[in-house]
Nanobody, 122 residues
Framework: QVQLVESGGGSVQLGRSLRLSCVASGFTFSAYHMTWVRQAPGQGLEWVAEIHANNGETLYADPMKGRFTISRDNAKNTLYLQIDNVRPEDTAQYYC???????????????WGEGTLVTVSS
């Protein structure tokens, strides 16, 4: 079955960087676009970024441009999210999710991981 397992979260100091990972299994990873979505405490889901299945093309939500970098290693079935210069508003549960088909921003998501919590401290 499809599984997405995130890791890399935890407490991080203001201004530092961290990299989240998501290991995929149960499907042909290189055939699907992948997405990061986050949810801050008490807030709704917020789309962060998406990456093409195999050509490196990326899309970012406007507030994420410049500090967030989505990437993937298809040989390792792993999706990444690099967050630089973390801010208090980056405190959130971060989820990786698989696009249903094509780009998720048009066609939606069908599988989600359990998420990894990032807490930014001063």
């Amino acid at each position: 079955q499809v599984q997405l397992v995130e890791s890399g979260g935890g407490s991080v100091q203001l201004g530092r960087s961290l990299r989240l990972s998501c290991v995929a299994s149960g499907f042909t990873f290189s055939a699907y676009h992948m997405t990061w979505v986050r949810q801050a405490p008490g807030q709704g889901l917020e789309w962060v970024a998406e990456i093409h299945a195999n050509n490196g093309e990326t899309l970012y939500a406007d507030p994420m441009k410049g500090r967030f970098t989505i990437s993937r290693d298809n040989a390792k079935n792993t999706l990444y999210l690099q967050i630089d210069n973390v801010r208090p508003e980056d405190t959130a549960q971060y989820y990786c999710a698989r696009a249903r088909t094509g780009w998720a921003i048009y066609n939606g998501l069908d599988y989600w991981g359990e998420g990894t919590l990032v807490t930014v401290s001063s």
